[in-house]
T-cell receptor, first 118, second 113 residues
Framework: AQKVTQAQTEISVVEKEDVTLDCVYE???????LFWYKQPPSGELVFLIRRNSFDEQNEISGRYSWNFQKSTSSFNFTITASQVVDSAVYFCALSEAVGQGGSEKLVFGKGTKLTVNP | EAQVTQNPRYLITVTGKKLTVTCSQNMNHEYMSWYRQDPGLGLRQIYY???????DKGDVPEGYKVSRKEKRNFPLILESPSPNQTSLYFC????????????FGQGTRLTVV
């Protein structure tokens, strides 16, 4: 069964610090997709990134970067030079592909609440 | 504007009184799903639908029903709400499956007393 673990419940940093949010996943499929979503204090859920299991290249988007390592089943998210606007709950999620008889489900981790203090 | 619309945004109801939370998307997405968000538990999938007339259970389907009679609409039905269904509910849609980017509604905060 799919499982996503975000061991860090809450993280607090000071503005301009770098911060890494951890995500560890479990799946029996070889084809799967990983996601990160952001939930700011206003409550909406915002898509950040999707990665498929065959693409282990790290991705960078501005101050955000993602490190996907199949060997450790991890998909970590780093914010460089954090800002107050980065304060939010961040969710990692996993979906197995249909083609291999996997489910259509999207499984979320419990989330990491990031607080960036000025 | 591409969006997923949920109604109502807030609802307080009494135990046992049937209610429906509506969800509509205007992106012609095939996949739609419902989640509930509870403190310390993250988001858990209730039901999902791959297309019209195709629905299936997620991880926490007990006490809920859904229907998908039209592609754009995916209502969540609580036939006999109980206090343990007090939660924040999100509807989401994706182009073709759970492996594609999900667009979420604004959320519905439900309180059952």
């Amino acid at each position: 069964a799919q499982k996503v673990t975000q061991a860090q419940t809450e993280i607090s940093v000071v503005e301009k610090e770098d911060v890494t949010l951890d995500c560890v996943y479990e799946t029996r499929d070889t084809t799967y997709y990983l996601f990160w979503y952001k939930q700011p204090p206003s409550g909406e859920l915002v898509f950040l990134i999707r990665r498929n299991s065959f693409d282990e290249q790290n991705e960078i988007s501005g101050r955000y970067s993602w490190n996907f390592q199949k060997s450790t089943s991890s998909f970590n998210f780093t914010i460089t030079a954090s800002q107050v606007v980065d304060s939010a709950v961040y969710f990692c999620a996993l979906s197995e592909a249909v083609g291999q008889g996997g489910s259509e489900k999207l499984v979320f981790g419990k989330g990491t609440k990031l607080t960036v203090n000025p | 504007e591409a969006q997923v619309t949920q109604n109502p945004r807030y609802l307080i109801t009494v135990t046992g009184k049937k209610l429906t939370v509506t969800c509509s998307q205007n992106m012609n997405h095939e996949y739609m799903s419902w989640y509930r968000q509870d403190p310390g538990l993250g988001l858990r999938q209730i039901y999902y639908s791959m297309n019209v007339e195709v629905t299936d259970k997620g991880d926490v389907p007990e006490g809920y029903k859904v229907s998908r009679k039209e592609k754009r609409n995916f209502p969540l039905i609580l036939e006999s709400p109980s206090p343990n269904q007090t939660s924040l509910y999100f509807c989401a849609s994706s182009l073709s499956g759970a492996w594609t980017e999900a667009f979420f509604g604004q959320g519905t905060r439900l309180t059952v007393v």
